[in-house]
């Protein structure tokens, strides 16, 4: 089996961002953290749409600010959020999204689609409700150093998963 990339560092394509967008259908500028951001893939379209971004990685990539270990406290878990918005590393996703549901009424997390399968998440799934799983029709290119073109083929399926804190109805599942 091949290694991981250390940190599990995988640039998601940025255009990933704009069918988020219009799921979430946001009426104003957000304050968002992105609490994992690599060299900024997702930061940047979300700049650029006019949203408040704090980009934090913990290691320093070259964007936004390194050395901040999500899953320790920091100083910004003081700060009010309206939405996490991330790529987590996929070993410590679920306590990503367990962590940004303490900090944000919203959060949205870029995962494999099997994330939905695992009978280890069954309790997180219970207690955590999904609000959306937006799942991308056509594969969405990664890359280990945002060459996406060295991609020609993308094995893996990803999607959306969007928790809205206080939801308790069944998923909706959209395709973006
Ligand atoms: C899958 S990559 C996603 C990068 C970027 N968000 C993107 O989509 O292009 C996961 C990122 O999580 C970072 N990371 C790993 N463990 C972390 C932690 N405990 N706290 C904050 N960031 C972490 C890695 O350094 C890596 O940049």
Redesign the pocket.
């Known amino acids: 089996m091949k290694e991981r990339e250390p940190?599990?560092?995988?640039?998601?394509h940025p255009s990933a961002i704009p069918p988020l967008l219009e799921v979430l259908d946001w009426r104003k500028p957000q304050k968002i953290w992105?609490?994992?951001?690599?060299?900024g893939?997702?930061s940047k379209p979300l700049i650029n749409a006019g949203h408040f971004v704090t980009s934090?990685?913990?290691?320093d990539?070259g964007f936004g600010t390194g050395g901040?270990?999500?899953?320790e406290p920091s100083w910004l878990d003081h700060e009010q959020w309206d939405a996490v918005i991330?790529?987590?590393?996929?070993k410590?996703a679920q306590e990503f999204v367990e962590k940004s549901l303490t900090l944000a009424p919203v959060v949205c997390a870029?995962l494999r689609l099997a994330f939905l399968e695992s009978s280890g998440r069954k309790v997180f799934f219970d207690t955590t409700p999904l609000e959306t799983v937006a799942v991308f029709r056509k594969r969405i290119p990664y890359s280990k150093e945002g060459k996406f073109d060295d991609f020609k083929s993308h094995p893996v399926a990803y999607a959306w998963f969007i928790w809205r804190r206080g939801c308790q109805s069944s998923p909706i599942i959209r395709w973006i």
């Not at 940190?7 to 998601?12: R, S």
């Not at 991330?86 to 996929?90: F, V």
Request: net charge negative; hydrophobic share 35%.
């Open positions: 940190n599990d560092f995988y640039a998601t992105e609490n994992s951001c690599g060299t893939c997702l934090t990685d913990l290691i990539r901040i270990d999500f899953l991330m790529n987590p590393p996929y410590h870029f």
